[in-house]
Each structure stands twice: as structure tokens, then as C-alpha cells.
């Protein structure tokens, strides 16, 4: 009898050490998938900085372009509303902004069908104006908003607040990035 129970004890023992093998080895699988998820989201997380980064870039670069021409001021060119970066642009549109900016169809960026951005081109790199909106995550949109130092300004105005923000969908919901800067009036 002695011997029957140590083999009945030796399969309950088997048995425990294949579940405990088995817990740990789809633990282990679990935290790969784990890191493999948080890798995706950190790529596109860093891909939406440099995105908004680009947004405040180009608007910023086309405020200097007005800087060197002191006939031009520049806060009428950059008039407070929302606006998506146009690379083929050098019309000035209805709102007086010129090259670099063009109105969305929505200032809702969520809503907005025309701030989608694909990756396309010779190099890649991210547009507004897309052939195919099949693999778009990311939508980018501008605002330009009144700002007044808190020492005031020589003119009635001297600053705009320049916001950009980028979002992306993922796994049904929006993720967003913003940053934003202040554009004054070193003339004054």
C-alpha cells in the first residue's frame, strides 16, 4: 500500500509542477506582449511630438520670413483661428496667412476630415495632402490665439499664442499631444 500512494503522490506532484510551468510560462508570454504594446504606443507617442514640434517649427519659420521684411506685419498675417500646414501652398488664402497654412474643414480637430496626415513621398515624410487615407493615424491642427505680455505692449498688440496639437487613435480611443509657444514682436 505504501507504494501505491507514493505514485498517486508522485502524478499529483507532476501534475502541480506542469500548471506551475505552465503559469509561468503564459506569464512570461503575457509580459512580452505586454512590452511589445507599450513599444507601439512610445513609437507613435514620439512620432506625434515631432509632429506637433513641426507645426510650431513651420509657423514659426514663416513669422521670420515676415521679420525680414519690415514693410509686412506680421501678426496680420497670423490671424487668431485654426489652421493645418500646407507644404504646396504660396497663395495667401481668404484668412491673409501666405505660405505653410491653410484653413481646415473643421476646427474640430477629432472631426476634421483635411488634418489627417500620411506618410507618402520620396523621402517619406508625414502630409496633409494624401493620396490614400488608408493608413492615416495621425491629424494635426494649428491655432493661433490673441496674446497680451503681462507688461503689456507698445501697439495694441505685439504677441500671438501659437497651439499644436496632434492626435492619434488607438485601440478606440484618441491620444493627444499639444505644445505651444509665444510669438512677439521683437520690432517693438
Known amino acids: 500500500m505504501f507504494i501505491k500512494n507514493k505514485k498517486a503522490q508522485s502524478l499529483i506532484e507532476t501534475l502541480i509542477a506542469v500548471i506551475i510551468a505552465a503559469s509561468a510560462v503564459i506569464g512570461i508570454a503575457s509580459v512580452g506582449q505586454a512590452f511589445l504594446n507599450l513599444g507601439g504606443q512610445s513609437q507613435e507617442r514620439v512620432i506625434a511630438i515631432n509632429l506637433v514640434r513641426e507645426g510650431l517649427e513651420v509657423v514659426q519659420?514663416?513669422?521670420?520670413?515676415?521679420?525680414?521684411?519690415?514693410?509686412?506685419?506680421?501678426?496680420?498675417?497670423?490671424?487668431?483661428?485654426?489652421?493645418?500646414?500646407?507644404?504646396?501652398?504660396e497663395e495667401i488664402d481668404n484668412s491673409g496667412v501666405g505660405y505653410g497654412l491653410s484653413s481646415?474643414?473643421?476646427?474640430?480637430?477629432?472631426?476634421?476630415?483635411?488634418?489627417?496626415?500620411?506618410?507618402?513621398?520620396?523621402?517619406?515624410?508625414?502630409?496633409?495632402?494624401?493620396?490614400s487615407y488608408d493608413n492615416a493615424i495621425f491629424k494635426r491642427i494649428i491655432e493661433v490665439k490673441d496674446?497680451?505680455?503681462?507688461?503689456?505692449?507698445?501697439?495694441?498688440?505685439?504677441?500671438?499664442?501659437?497651439?499644436?496639437?496632434?492626435?492619434?487613435?488607438?485601440?478606440?480611443?484618441?491620444?493627444?499631444?499639444?505644445?505651444?509657444?509665444?510669438?512677439?514682436?521683437?520690432?517693438?
Not at 104 to 130: A, F, K, M, T
Open 61 to 89: 519659420a514663416i513669422k521670420m520670413s515676415y521679420d525680414l521684411d519690415p514693410d509686412i506685419n506680421w501678426l496680420d498675417k497670423f490671424s487668431p483661428g485654426f489652421y493645418r500646414v500646407q507644404w504646396n501652398s
Open 104 to 131: 481646415p474643414d473643421n476646427s474640430d480637430i477629432e472631426q476634421c476630415v483635411n488634418c489627417w496626415l500620411c506618410l507618402e513621398g520620396d523621402p517619406s515624410v508625414y502630409r496633409h495632402n494624401c493620396s
Open 147 to 188: 496674446f497680451t505680455p503681462s507688461n503689456g505692449c507698445l501697439d495694441s498688440e505685439c504677441a500671438r499664442e501659437i497651439i499644436s496639437t496632434v492626435i492619434w487613435r488607438e485601440k478606440g480611443s484618441w491620444h493627444s499631444v499639444s505644445l505651444n509657444m509665444i510669438l512677439t514682436d521683437w520690432r517693438d
